[in-house]
Every structure is written in structure tokens, then in C-alpha cells.
């Protein structure tokens, strides 16, 4: 339980928007360390310095590989896994022909525990170590994925879907049917271990007005709880919703009348947004979650991650499964950086990173646990093998003789070429969670 990891070590300390020089956001030690005690970061220097003052501590290396932050994946519907890379739909086409189909399988709990264990694995092999998950409306596909998350010790949020209109009925709930599975879960999950629950409407079109309502009720009860939805992501859900609520002059009201936008809400998508609703996302201090690969899959549209961040809304960016098609979140930041190509705006990779590791951790208010090497912070962090495969390598190569090569460089290249592949090991708090095959953790 007392553990150097030796490698080069990186993470962030400031927002890079923040930074008139993006080198004054980070930590990189080359030759670096993290002193790890009982699950918890001790300290964080130079190997050598590290090795001298703690040199009853075991040591495992992994010098030649890039050891940073776990990713912080805001934004993820589990029950989706298996119809991820669907073909052919919009989004209210994709929910009926797709997602309402294979929901319905997790009122079987041996079923639900199944995926939920696919699920876990797949988030660890792609380095992500928290996640703000969606299960079905069962409260047994919530107790499965918090049971699977839990084998692993991991820093977990998630919650059950309320929907109580147009979806099968073998799929939607009640208000009160919702209520109690809620408050039953919550208190069962909520603060358990490293679980945090997240109240979950799963849009304005299959909640009506008195099950929003109950879930505000919920969440003023329990007002440390998240509230994780949907927000304007195509423009038919846009005008169905508009529709169905006549009433609010926008969609962003629908949720403020029901009393779930605060500064622990998440809304999912949000590329269709008015510049009131963008002030109004701001002065609550709710959060945006862009989600590029379902953005782009579904043909929802180009989410504009330059005027989100210029209004001050905290944004993070997600992978979404199953609309989205990867759980890596190396390809995820990689169609973020083109969507906001195709717009004019180059985002910096350290923009990219900083928002599925300290950015996240800090929309979620766990800074003081996860998203950085804090000293006190969960170890939960990730090695990554940034010459995997061998073309990455090559251009590494290249940039070191052009004098090019450094941190901005690695990161773009991860971003831009990485997958799954790039993980060498994922571990939760200090211990290994995942090996890639072929790599090993061995101590020096």
C-alpha cells in the first residue's frame, strides 16, 4: 500500500484559458514520481528525490510512458453498449428503433449485471476511471452498474431514468413509482464507498411537467445529488419539446420550471441554444457536456465549443455510447478538435485534456479527490504508451528532430491518432484496475 510510480508524470493545475502562457496550467516531470500511500497521493517530485526519501516504498515502473489523470467521462448511457455504431437514424428515430428495444432487456437483473460488468471493463481498458452514467428506468440496471463500478473501488456517479411518456410501457415508470426507486437508491448508493447518485430525466419528452417537478422535489431534498439530462440536441426533440410545453418560451425553462437547473446540473448536447438560454446556463452554473461522436453520428449538429466557453459556461466534452461510437476518449477529443475546425476555431490540445481531467473533476466539485495530483487526491490515473502504434511513434520521432517535440505536441498526437491501444495500464486508487495485453507492471 506505500507505492512510487515512476514515469513522466503530467497534470494540470489551472484551466490553460486561464493562462497567458498554456505553460503555466500544467505539471511535467520528465523523470518524475507519484508517492502513493493507502490509495491516496502522498507527494509528487523528481524520482531520485522521491526514491531517497521513501525508500521503503515499493516501486513499480513506468518511466517510458506518460502517467496522468484518469479520464472523467460526464456524459455515458450504459444500457447502450451493445447498440453502439447503429446504423442509419436521427435521434427520436435512433431512441425508438434502438435504444427503447435493448432498454427493456435490464428489468432482468443477471442481464442488467452482465452489461454493467462489459460496461466497467470497456471504461477501464479506455483509461476512463469516473463516469456520469445513465441506466434504464429499472432500479435494477442502477443497483448493476453501481455493483460493477464498486467491484473496481471506483469514484462513480450514476442514476436511474425517469420517463414516464412516449416510450413502451414495458420501459416508463410513474412519478411515484420513480420517486420511491429514487429515494431508495439514493439512500442506498449515494456516498456508499466512492458512488455518487445523479438524478436522471431522461429529456423533456418522455418526462411530462409532474415528474420534472418531482425530480427538482428530489434534488432539493437531497441537494448534493447531480441532476444529469439532455438539452436541445436536434432541432425535432427542439420543437417537439416546444410542443409539448407550450407554456416555456424555450427549452432551457421546461427544467428551470421543474426547479433541476443549478450548478450541479449536466445537460448533455446543447447545440441548439439561444444566447438567452446560454445567460441563463451561466448565472445557475450549470454545465454543458459537448459529445462530438454522437453529435456527428446522429447528424444533430456542429456543437460550437468556442461560444459556449466565450459565455463562461463550464463545458466538458463526453463520449456518449451508445450514440456516441467509442468509449476512447482519445477519438472523442479528437472529433471535438474537427467539429470545431469546421467552424474556426483550433482548439488547444490542453484545452482538450484539461476538460476530462481537473475541468471535469472541478464541474463535479471533486477537484479535492479526482482530476489531478493533488497531494490527498484518490489515485486514480492512467500510463500511456504515447509511441503505440508504431506510426505515432514515427511522428514522435520526426518532431524531436525538428526540435518540435513537447507536452502540447504528445497530447495532440493522442488526441488526434490514440485509442484504446495507448492505455497501458489504468489503476484505481493506487492499485492496477487494467493491463493492457502485452504490457506488464513491474517493479525496479
Known amino acids: 500500500m506505500k507505492t512510487i510510480i515512476h514515469g513522466q508524470i503530467f497534470d494540470f493545475i489551472k484551466n490553460p484559458s486561464d493562462c497567458s502562457n498554456p505553460g503555466d496550467s500544467y505539471r511535467f516531470l520528465v523523470d518524475g514520481s507519484l508517492v502513493i500511500e493507502n490509495g491516496y497521493i502522498k ?15 515499493r516501486i513499480i515502473d513506468h518511466s517510458d510512458c506518460l502517467v496522468m489523470p484518469g479520464f472523467i467521462d460526464t456524459h455515458i448511457h450504459y444500457p447502450q453498449t451493445e447498440i453502439i455504431g447503429s446504423y442509419g437514424r436521427q435521434l427520436i428515430d435512433w431512441l425508438n428503433e434502438y435504444t427503447f428495444s435493448v432498454e427493456k432487456n435490464f428489468n432482468d437483473r443477471e442481464y442488467a449485471q452482465n452489461i454493467a460488468r462489459l460496461f466497467i471493463k470497456e471504461l477501464l481498458k479506455n483509461g476512463t476511471t469516473t463516469s456520469m452514467t445513465y441506466a434504464t428506468q429499472s432500479a435494477v440496471s442502477a443497483d448493476a452498474i453501481f455493483e460493477a463500478a464498486s467491484e473496481y473501488n471506483m469514484r462513480f456517479i450514476a442514476g436511474k431514468v425517469l420517463m414516464n411518456r412516449n416510450a413502451p410501457s414495458v420501459i416508463c415508470d410513474t412519478v411515484e413509482s420513480a420517486r420511491k426507486d429514487c429515494e431508495c437508491l439514493i439512500n442506498r448508493w449515494h456516498h456508499e464507498g466512492r458512488n455518487l447518485y445523479a438524478i436522471t430525466p431522461r429529456f423533456a419528452i418522455t418526462s411530462d411537467m409532474e415528474q420534472l417537478k418531482m425530480a427538482g422535489e428530489l434534488h432539493k431534498k437531497y441537494p448534493d445529488t447531480f441532476i444529469q439530462t439532455h438539452l436541445s440536441e436536434n432541432p425535432s426533440e427542439v420543437k417537439t419539446t416546444l410542443e409539448l410545453f407550450s407554456d416555456c418560451r424555450d427549452y432551457l425553462e421546461v427544467y428551470e420550471t421543474a426547479g433541476l437547473v443549478d450548478d450541479y446540473s449536466f445537460f448533455a448536447h446543447c447545440i441548439h441554444l439561444s444566447q438567452s438560454e446560454r445567460q441563463r446556463l451561466k448565472s445557475a452554473g450549470s454545465i454543458v457536456v459537448h459529445c462530438p461522436t454522437s453529435n456527428l453520428f446522429l447528424g444533430s449538429g456542429l456543437f460550437s465549443l468556442k461560444e459556449t466557453i466565450e459565455s463562461g459556461i463550464k463545458t466538458c466534452i463526453a463520449t456518449d455510447v451508445g450514440a456516441g461510437t467509442s468509449f476512447s476518449m482519445f477519438r472523442t477529443l479528437g472529433d471535438a478538435y474537427k467539429i470545431s475546425q469546421l467552424q474556426g476555431y483550433t482548439v488547444n490540445s490542453l484545452e482538450s485534456f484539461y476538460s476530462v481531467t481537473y475541468g471535469a473533476a472541478r464541474a463535479l466539485k471533486l477537484e479535492d479527490k479526482i482530476g489531478s495530483f493533488r497531494i490527498g487526491n484518490e489515485a486514480d490515473f492512467i500510463v500511456v504508451d504515447y509511441r503505440t502504434p508504431d ?14 517535440w513537447n507536452v502540447e505536441n504528445m497530447l495532440f498526437g493522442l488526441q488526434t491518432m490514440g485509442d484504446d491501444r495507448n492505455i497501458s495500464a489504468t489503476y484505481i486508487m493506487g492499485m492496477p484496475a487494467y493491463c493492457s495485453e502485452g504490457a506488464c507492471i513491474s517493479e525496479s
Open 43 to 57: 507527494e509528487v517530485g523528481d524520482f531520485n528525490s522521491m526514491k531517497s526519501k521513501y525508500s521503503d516504498y
Open 391 to 404: 506510426i505515432q511513434k514515427h511522428r514522435m520521432n520526426y518532431l524531436v528532430n525538428q526540435g518540435k
